[in-house]
Protein backbone atom coordinates (compact mmCIF):
# COMPACT_ATOMS: atom_id res chain seq x y z
CA UNK A 1 0.00 0.00 0.00
CA UNK A 2 0.97 3.56 -0.03
CA UNK A 3 3.83 4.72 2.68
CA UNK A 4 1.84 8.22 3.20
CA UNK A 5 -1.78 8.61 2.65
CA UNK A 6 -3.13 5.08 4.36
CA UNK A 7 -6.22 4.67 6.01
CA UNK A 8 -4.80 1.87 7.95
CA UNK A 9 -1.84 0.30 8.52
CA UNK A 10 -1.39 -3.10 10.00
CA UNK A 11 1.35 -5.63 10.12
CA UNK A 12 1.29 -9.23 9.09
CA UNK A 13 3.68 -11.52 10.68
CA UNK A 14 4.49 -15.33 10.75
CA UNK A 15 6.09 -17.92 9.12
CA UNK A 16 5.60 -18.78 5.26
CA UNK A 17 1.25 -19.05 6.09
CA UNK A 18 2.08 -14.89 5.78
CA UNK A 19 4.61 -14.72 2.82
CA UNK A 20 2.45 -16.90 1.01
CA UNK A 21 -0.99 -14.04 1.23
CA UNK A 22 1.45 -11.32 -0.09
CA UNK A 23 -0.41 -11.25 -3.70
CA UNK A 24 -3.78 -11.05 -1.45
CA UNK A 25 -2.80 -8.36 0.59
CA UNK A 26 -1.65 -6.64 -2.54
CA UNK A 27 -5.08 -6.71 -3.46
CA UNK A 28 -6.90 -5.80 -0.42
CA UNK A 29 -3.98 -2.69 0.38
CA UNK A 30 -5.46 -1.61 -3.17
CA UNK A 31 -8.78 -1.56 -2.69
CA UNK A 32 -9.19 -0.65 0.97
CA UNK A 33 -5.89 2.23 0.60
CA UNK A 34 -4.32 0.05 3.47
CA UNK A 35 -0.47 -0.21 4.22
CA UNK A 36 0.65 -4.05 4.97
CA UNK A 37 3.98 -4.34 6.07
CA UNK A 38 4.93 -7.87 5.87
CA UNK A 39 7.41 -9.96 8.14
CA UNK A 40 7.84 -13.58 8.06
CA UNK A 41 10.76 -15.80 8.54
CA UNK A 42 10.92 -19.19 7.54
CA UNK A 43 10.08 -21.91 9.87
CA UNK A 44 9.50 -19.24 12.54
CA UNK A 45 5.96 -18.91 13.99
CA UNK A 46 5.29 -15.49 16.20
CA UNK A 47 5.35 -17.23 19.66
CA UNK A 48 6.93 -16.77 23.03
CA UNK A 49 7.00 -20.53 23.08
CA UNK A 50 10.21 -22.68 22.51
CA UNK A 51 9.98 -24.31 18.56
CA UNK A 52 11.10 -27.88 18.10
CA UNK A 53 13.81 -26.78 15.53
CA UNK A 54 15.69 -29.09 13.42
CA UNK A 55 19.08 -27.76 13.73
CA UNK A 56 21.01 -25.01 16.08
CA UNK A 57 21.33 -22.47 13.11
CA UNK A 58 17.80 -22.29 12.15
CA UNK A 59 16.74 -22.20 16.15
CA UNK A 60 19.62 -19.01 16.45
CA UNK A 61 18.06 -17.60 13.16
CA UNK A 62 14.60 -17.75 14.53
CA UNK A 63 14.98 -17.06 18.06
CA UNK A 64 17.12 -13.64 16.77
CA UNK A 65 13.91 -12.95 14.08
CA UNK A 66 11.21 -13.47 16.93
CA UNK A 67 13.42 -11.11 19.21
CA UNK A 68 13.34 -8.45 16.49
CA UNK A 69 9.95 -8.60 15.40
CA UNK A 70 9.07 -8.09 19.42
CA UNK A 71 11.19 -5.07 19.74
CA UNK A 72 9.54 -3.90 16.56
CA UNK A 73 5.88 -4.87 17.77
CA UNK A 74 6.03 -3.18 20.99
CA UNK A 75 6.17 0.32 19.56
CA UNK A 76 3.16 2.52 20.36
CA UNK A 77 1.50 4.26 17.53
CA UNK A 78 3.19 2.54 14.69
CA UNK A 79 0.54 -0.07 13.26
CA UNK A 80 -3.30 -0.19 14.04
CA UNK A 81 -3.22 -4.52 13.94
CA UNK A 82 -1.16 -7.05 13.42
CA UNK A 83 -2.22 -9.60 11.27
CA UNK A 84 -1.09 -13.11 12.49
CA UNK A 85 0.12 -16.44 10.75
CA UNK A 86 1.08 -19.62 11.86
CA UNK A 87 2.02 -22.87 10.59
CA UNK A 88 0.46 -25.72 12.24
CA UNK A 89 3.11 -28.26 10.98
CA UNK A 90 5.87 -26.76 13.62
CA UNK A 91 5.61 -28.01 16.78
CA UNK A 92 6.66 -26.25 20.50
CA UNK A 93 8.85 -27.99 23.13
CA UNK A 94 6.27 -27.90 26.25
CA UNK A 95 7.11 -27.07 29.32
CA UNK A 96 6.98 -29.65 32.49
CA UNK A 97 3.60 -30.24 33.49
CA UNK A 98 1.94 -28.97 29.82
CA UNK A 99 0.80 -30.72 26.99
CA UNK A 100 2.32 -29.63 23.24
CA UNK A 101 -1.03 -28.00 22.65
CA UNK A 102 -1.34 -26.06 25.78
CA UNK A 103 2.10 -24.88 25.38
CA UNK A 104 1.54 -23.89 21.57
CA UNK A 105 -1.47 -21.56 22.71
CA UNK A 106 0.19 -19.94 26.50
CA UNK A 107 2.89 -19.17 23.76
CA UNK A 108 0.47 -17.64 21.47
CA UNK A 109 -0.86 -15.88 24.21
CA UNK A 110 2.15 -14.36 25.84
CA UNK A 111 3.55 -13.26 22.68
CA UNK A 112 0.62 -11.47 21.79
CA UNK A 113 -0.37 -9.92 25.16
CA UNK A 114 3.31 -8.77 26.23
CA UNK A 115 4.67 -7.73 22.72
CA UNK A 116 2.37 -5.36 21.40
CA UNK A 117 0.76 -2.07 23.13
CA UNK A 118 -2.73 -3.37 24.69
CA UNK A 119 -4.52 -0.76 22.17
CA UNK A 120 -3.45 -2.64 19.21
CA UNK A 121 -5.55 -5.72 17.71
CA UNK A 122 -4.23 -9.43 16.98
CA UNK A 123 -5.95 -10.75 13.68
CA UNK A 124 -5.18 -14.61 13.83
CA UNK A 125 -5.49 -16.10 10.71
CA UNK A 126 -6.37 -20.03 10.69
CA UNK A 127 -3.55 -22.33 8.74
CA UNK A 128 -5.01 -23.46 5.79
CA UNK A 129 -5.17 -26.98 5.46
CA UNK A 130 -2.24 -29.59 4.23
CA UNK A 131 -2.52 -31.32 1.10
CA UNK A 132 -1.50 -35.11 0.27
CA UNK A 133 2.37 -35.74 0.12
CA UNK A 134 1.47 -36.77 -3.80
CA UNK A 135 -0.93 -33.80 -4.68
CA UNK A 136 1.41 -31.47 -7.22
CA UNK A 137 1.75 -35.11 -9.46
CA UNK A 138 -2.32 -35.69 -8.98
CA UNK A 139 -2.89 -32.62 -10.13
CA UNK A 140 -0.69 -32.69 -13.20
CA UNK A 141 -2.26 -36.50 -14.29
CA UNK A 142 -6.24 -35.91 -13.46
CA UNK A 143 -6.34 -32.10 -12.67
CA UNK A 144 -8.76 -31.61 -15.79
CA UNK A 145 -10.28 -35.06 -15.82
CA UNK A 146 -11.02 -35.58 -12.15
CA UNK A 147 -9.16 -33.55 -9.88
CA UNK A 148 -11.95 -34.86 -7.09
CA UNK A 149 -9.08 -37.54 -7.10
CA UNK A 150 -6.78 -35.32 -5.49
CA UNK A 151 -8.86 -34.29 -2.73
CA UNK A 152 -7.68 -35.24 0.89
CA UNK A 153 -10.42 -36.13 3.22
CA UNK A 154 -11.57 -33.30 5.85
CA UNK A 155 -10.87 -34.56 9.15
CA UNK A 156 -6.99 -35.32 7.62
CA UNK A 157 -6.63 -32.13 5.96
CA UNK A 158 -7.58 -30.32 9.00
CA UNK A 159 -6.10 -32.67 11.43
CA UNK A 160 -3.42 -30.60 12.57
CA UNK A 161 -4.08 -28.44 16.22
CA UNK A 162 -4.28 -24.96 15.52
CA UNK A 163 -3.48 -23.31 18.39
CA UNK A 164 -4.88 -19.77 17.19
CA UNK A 165 -8.71 -20.50 18.49
CA UNK A 166 -8.19 -20.73 21.97
CA UNK A 167 -5.66 -18.40 21.43
CA UNK A 168 -8.25 -15.58 20.69
CA UNK A 169 -10.74 -17.25 23.05
CA UNK A 170 -8.14 -17.34 26.29
CA UNK A 171 -7.08 -13.02 25.44
CA UNK A 172 -10.39 -12.39 24.63
CA UNK A 173 -12.49 -10.47 21.84
CA UNK A 174 -11.07 -6.70 23.25
CA UNK A 175 -7.54 -7.50 22.01
CA UNK A 176 -7.79 -10.38 19.13
CA UNK A 177 -10.14 -11.84 16.54
CA UNK A 178 -10.25 -15.42 14.72
CA UNK A 179 -10.49 -15.47 11.10
CA UNK A 180 -10.70 -18.66 9.39
CA UNK A 181 -10.92 -19.05 5.70
CA UNK A 182 -11.36 -22.77 5.83
CA UNK A 183 -14.55 -22.82 4.16
CA UNK A 184 -12.88 -21.54 0.65
CA UNK A 185 -10.68 -24.50 0.93
CA UNK A 186 -13.21 -27.21 2.12
CA UNK A 187 -16.71 -28.71 1.36
CA UNK A 188 -18.25 -31.32 4.32
CA UNK A 189 -15.94 -34.10 3.61
CA UNK A 190 -12.93 -33.00 1.34
CA UNK A 191 -10.84 -30.21 0.48
CA UNK A 192 -10.22 -30.50 -2.41
CA UNK A 193 -6.84 -29.80 -4.72
CA UNK A 194 -8.63 -27.61 -7.58
CA UNK A 195 -11.36 -25.35 -6.95
CA UNK A 196 -12.62 -23.67 -10.26
CA UNK A 197 -10.16 -24.86 -12.36
CA UNK A 198 -7.49 -23.33 -10.08
CA UNK A 199 -4.65 -25.74 -8.53
CA UNK A 200 -5.10 -24.81 -4.53
CA UNK A 201 -1.52 -26.22 -3.26
CA UNK A 202 2.03 -26.01 -4.95
CA UNK A 203 3.08 -28.59 -2.07
CA UNK A 204 2.11 -30.58 1.10
CA UNK A 205 1.72 -27.07 3.24
CA UNK A 206 1.45 -24.15 0.74
CA UNK A 207 -0.99 -22.55 -1.42
CA UNK A 208 -0.40 -21.25 -5.31
CA UNK A 209 -0.05 -17.76 -5.85
CA UNK A 210 -2.64 -17.90 -8.54
CA UNK A 211 -4.94 -19.14 -5.84
CA UNK A 212 -4.25 -17.07 -3.16
CA UNK A 213 -5.09 -14.05 -5.94
CA UNK A 214 -8.92 -15.42 -5.49
CA UNK A 215 -9.26 -15.35 -1.99
CA UNK A 216 -8.21 -11.70 -1.58
CA UNK A 217 -11.87 -10.43 -1.98
CA UNK A 218 -13.25 -12.77 0.56
CA UNK A 219 -9.65 -12.62 3.08
CA UNK A 220 -10.25 -8.75 2.98
CA UNK A 221 -13.62 -8.31 3.52
CA UNK A 222 -12.99 -10.87 6.48
CA UNK A 223 -10.16 -8.81 7.94
CA UNK A 224 -11.58 -5.84 7.37
CA UNK A 225 -15.18 -7.12 9.44
CA UNK A 226 -12.59 -7.97 12.31
CA UNK A 227 -10.96 -4.36 12.61
CA UNK A 228 -14.60 -3.14 12.90
CA UNK A 229 -14.74 -4.96 15.51
CA UNK A 230 -12.25 -2.90 17.18
CA UNK A 231 -12.90 0.18 16.42
CA UNK A 232 -11.13 0.08 12.88
CA UNK A 233 -12.81 1.48 9.86
Known amino acids: GPPPGHDRHPRAVGVSPTRQLVPAFEAMAEKYNWRIDVAGHAGCNWTAAELRRVSRDLEEHCRAWQANLAAHL ?42 TPSDVPVIALVDNPQAMETNVQCVERFGKTDPQRCAAPRDW ?56 RTLAPYLGREIAAALRTHGLR
Not at 170 to 198: N, Q
Request: aromatic share 8%; with cysteine; proline share 3%.
Open 74 to 115: DRPAVFDAVIASKATSMEVVPEKGMTSEEADVQGLVDAWTTQ
Open 157 to 212: ALGQFDGHREAVARVGADKASLVDMTEFYCDATTCPSVIRGVMVYKNRTHLTDTYV
